[in-house]
């Protein structure tokens, strides 16, 4: 009831209110039926003939039985092609700033509205059940349910693609996917065939590098940006026309995951970012992003040295700023995910008055392939689904095809009628008017000169990354090229690296075998831009928000540093995990205070959480050093970067379970340390702990420090340092 009505008053969106209408729930007075209405009594035999044992044949007869087997054997609908796998939210589009100087498009000029949205994030190459950290390009798909119709940004968090022309969208996709013989790897890019296609296809070497870096395993689909990536345009009112491309920034900051943990995730967590995302709606902490547009008058459309329709190129921002105008909010999980996530489907050829197409060739094709390929996953008339349909009157001669819902009453189904009946709507009345593009042309298979320089661009991004994320990329090359066993696909690659970088293509020919190339096949222009690196979005207000922190404990621990730390957590909205050595009782050193923890060491890991606290007691500390377990989970928050903070007996535990012959420094008494992100006070009191109130740099007290380390989110300087690779986890 509490739900039905939340999904009435809730978020009160239009949107919602419109999925109200279609929205059951399954409660107590409720009684089985079948599909046609008829009250079943039974849910558990099927009607049989039987003898004195109740043992006989089954009778084909039962309606109930052969509707529940019919209606099982059909759940399924076909995957998506691509970006099979996600998961998706509902929330609001505000306006800040109208941009009616370049768009009449009112969700982008009328700073009232508030615009309901759906935003579904997937992962591209892996099947529907494949794990979410996987190394990809992230989806991050928005539809604007808006007063004038769907408006679609099928978006990415890369802001580049592979592919200048969409015409070559099969063979990336094939070239990634599982090889056709054996359907081999899954939702993964380290094999043969798709670097063989990044090698013989260079305009795709920007693209690769991208999805190398750290943007390729996010730590959560709230830490990170999408763009737009193809070339849209704009329409003011007075008729003038801008070319834009449409970005969004979150506010959390944008963050990863390290490759090792990304790859235990996959493991010992499939689910992580679909969890992570639930999890922090759920808790109120809504994930948010600042929209923002870049815009280019129609007469500097030459005015570059790349082609601005050329989607394997970015708008650099110190040449064209991001004007942010507005924001996107996550604040409602679905109720269903298969009705509202996995129907809800998006084109790029959904756009609303005021917005318009550009001849970027791989959006044109875009714009036929989604609707073609709804046609087949969902059938013709997907755009009636709950989920898919409009917020504001759909009213035409569509008629009829598989599943048509909609009953449209009168004799005329077609235009012009007797009746004038649903006649176009002018421009005053928002109908949508193209925009009177002079084109005249040969007709050829051609592109433009600009579209044939595949290097500059990758260089531009190789070398405006921090020395971290460069080694991320390195590391990343190697991985992948050591998986492809064919000579002929690693050596032509790390020639290809000599393209964007020599000493990268060095190294990573060292790692993966190939000759290391001695010189340069194209100098580097040395140029940067600015927000490129991951490193260039700090939150404006750093926060431990929505962050997971396990607290481990036994038998003995000292309740007072736990229960600061605890409280400290709770108020700053993070999500403390309490792991024990079991899930029952776990008692205090007080012998009579205890805690029920949300899990055991073994059923949980390090990989699912941002930081670990580990709090004193003789006898707690003493079974966790000597559980193999508890001390590996110290080792691989270690090696993963994380903040660890450790209070009383447990700053001796760390240390030996670090083990690094004093390369770490830890508290000896009263001292509060930090060190590499490892935060220790030895001898604690009550009032040691400091009380939280907002996250500053350089706070004093043991939960401050601690909070600001966290929020800083991976301890780069220990990688820096070296000493991350020397510990074993
Ligand atoms: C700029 C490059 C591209 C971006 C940013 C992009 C983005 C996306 C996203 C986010 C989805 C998932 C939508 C969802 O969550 O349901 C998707 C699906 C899909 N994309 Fe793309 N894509 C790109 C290029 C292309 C091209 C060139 C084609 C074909 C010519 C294509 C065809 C498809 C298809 C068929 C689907 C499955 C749609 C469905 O079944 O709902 N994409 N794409």
Not at 63 to 78: A, K, S, V, Y
Request: with cysteine.
């Amino acid at each position: 009831m509490e739900k039905a009505q939340q999904a009435i008053m809730g978020h009160g969106s239009d949107k919602i209110n419109d999925l109200a209408q279609e929205t059951k729930e399954m409660t107590s007075s409720a009684r089985l039926t079948t599909d046609y209405g008829v009250k079943q009594t039974s849910a558990d035999d099927w009607l049989k003939v039987v003898s004195q044992d109740k043992q006989g044949p089954m009778l084909l007869e039962d309606p109930l039985g052969r509707e529940r087997i019919h209606r099982f054997d059909h759940e399924r609908i076909p995957e998506r092609v691509v970006h099979a796998r996600g998961s998706g939210a509902f929330g609001t589009f505000t306006l800040f700033e109208s941009a009616e100087d370049v768009t009449c498009a009112p969700v982008l000029t009328d700073t009232s509205r508030k615009t309901p949205i759906f935003i579904r994030f997937s992962t591209v190459l892996g099947s529907r059940g494949s794990a979410d950290t996987v190394r990809d390009v992230r989806g991050f798909a928005v539809k604007f349910y808006t007063q004038e119709g769907n408006w679609d940004i099928v978006a990415n968090n890369i802001p580049v693609f592979f592919i200048q022309d969409a015409i070559k969208f099969p063979d990336v996709i094939h070239a990634g996917k599982p090889e056709p013989h054996n359907e081999v790897p899954q939702a993964q890019t380290a094999h043969n065939n798709f670097w063989d296609f990044q090698f013989n296809h260079t305009e795709a070497t920007h693209m690769f590098m991208w999805a190398m870096s750290d943007r390729g395993i996010p730590r959560s689909y709230r830490m990170m940006q999408g763009f737009g990536v193809n070339t849209f345009t704009l329409l003011n009112a007075k008729g003038e026309r801008h070319f834009v491309k449409f970005v969004w920034t979150p506010e959390l900051g944008v963050h990863s995951l390290v490759w090792d943990e990304a790859l235990k995730l996959a493991g010992e967590d499939p689910d992580f970012h679909r969890k992570d995302l639930w999890e922090a709606i759920e808790n109120g902490v809504y994930p948010k992003w600042k929209f923002g547009i870049q815009v280019i008058p129609e007469a500097d459309e030459h005015k570059f040295d790349f082609d601005i329709l050329d989607a394997t190129k970015i708008w650099p921002e110190d040449l064209i700023p991001v004007r942010y105008i507005g924001q996107l909010e996550l604040n409602r999980n679905p109720d269903e995910f298969f009705t509202q996530v996995e129907q809800i489907a998006f084109c790029t050829s959904h756009i609303v008055p005021g917005i318009g197409f550009s001849n970027d060739p791989l959006l044109q094709g875009r714009n036929f392939s989604y609707f073609d390929t709804q046609l087949s996953r969902l059938g013709v008339n997907w755009q009636e689904l709950p989920i898919n349909r409009p917020v504001c009157p759909v009213m035409n001669f569509n008629r009829d095809g598989a599943m048509r819902h909609t009953i449209t009453k009168g004799t005329v189904n077609y235009w012009p009628n007797r009746f004038e009946a649903c006649p176009p709507a002018s421009e005053a009345e928002g109908g949508y008017a193209e925009y009177a593009e002079k084109i005249i042309g040969i007709k050829a298979r051609a592109r433009s000169a600009k579209f044939k320089e595949h290097f500059n661009q990758a260089q531009l991004f190789w070398n405006s990354m921090s020395p971290i994320e460069k080694n991320h990329i390195i590391n990343a090359l190697s991985f992948e090229l050591d998986h492809c066993e064919d000579p002929v696909v690693y050596t032509r690659m790390v020639k290809r690296l000599a393209d964007i970088d020599l000493g990268l293509a060095q190294t990573v020919a060292n790692m993966v075998g190939g000759e290391a190339p001695t010189e340069a096949t194209r100098p580097n222009h040395g140029r940067k831009a600015p927000n490129l690196s991951m490193s260039d979005f700090p939150p404006a207000k750093p926060s431990i928000a929505s962050r997971r922190v396990a607290i481990l404990v036994a038998d003995g621990y000292d309740a007072v540093a736990f229960n600061a730390v605890y409280a400290a957590l709770t108020a700053a909205l993070a999500v403390p995990l309490i792991i024990g050595t079991r899930r029952n009782k776990i008692i205090a050193a007080d012998g009579t205070t205890h805690i029920t923890p949300h899990h055991h060491l073994e059923g949980f890991r390090s990989v699912m959480v941002d930081a670990l606290f580990i709090p004193g007691g003789e006898k707690s500390v003493k079974t966790l050093s000597q559980s193999g377990r508890a001390v590996h989970w110290v080792r691989e928050a270690f090696g993963h970067l994380k903040t660890i903070g450790a209070t009383g007996e447990a700053v001796a535990f760390v240390e030996k379970a670090v083990g690094l012959d004093g390369q770490i420094q830890v508290s000896s008494g009263d001292d509060l340390l930090e060190s590499f992100g490892v935060v220790t006070l030895r001898a604690t009191k009550p009032d040691s702990f400091g009380e939280f109130k907002e996250i500053v740099k350089g706070a004093a007290g043991f939960v401050p420090k601690f909070f600001e380390l966290i929020a800083a989110h991976r301890c780069f300087a220990r990688e820096e340092a070296g000493l991350h690779s020397q510990v074993a986890f």
